[in-house]
């Protein structure tokens, strides 16, 4: 029943930069916690960042220091900042939000990193 419109994927080479948003049509946004999932060709599904309705954050180990989730609850939209973009990022992102024990899942967005 959540829709979650996701967007600023894109081609990118290796060391730079994307952002990735997902807006959020469920009108209670900020008691939810939301992430970011990602899929590599072939590679199961596997967990990038979270951040819940308190704002506490969590990150994969391959992506600390290099990967930003935050919130903005007005906008009902959860940010991915990237950077230092590696080739291994590569994949199709998603966006999640959590309703009870269900997650609600975006339809992806295509990130690509050029070496």
């Known amino acids: 029943q959540v829709q979650l419109v996701e967007s600023g994927g894109g081609l990118v080479q290796a060391g730079g930069s994307l952002r990735l948003s997902c807006a959020a049509s469920?009108?209670?946004?900020?008691?939810?916690?939301m992430g970011w999932y990602r899929q590599a060709a072939g590679k199961q599904r596997e967990l990038v960042a979270g951040?819940?309705?308190?704002?506490?954050?969590n990150y994969a180990d391959s992506v600390k220091g290099r990967f930003i989730i935050s919130r903005d609850n007005a906008k009902k939209t959860v940010y991915l900042q990237m950077n230092s973009l590696k080739p291994e990022d590569t994949g199709v992102y998603y966006c999640?939000?959590?309703?009870?024990?269900?997650?609600?899942w975006g339809q992806g967005t295509q990130v690509t990193v050029s070496s």
């Open positions: 469920r009108s209670i946004f900020s008691i939810n916690a």
């Open positions: 999640t939000l959590e309703v009870g024990v269900l997650k609600s």
């Open positions: 951040i819940t309705a308190g704002g506490t954050t």
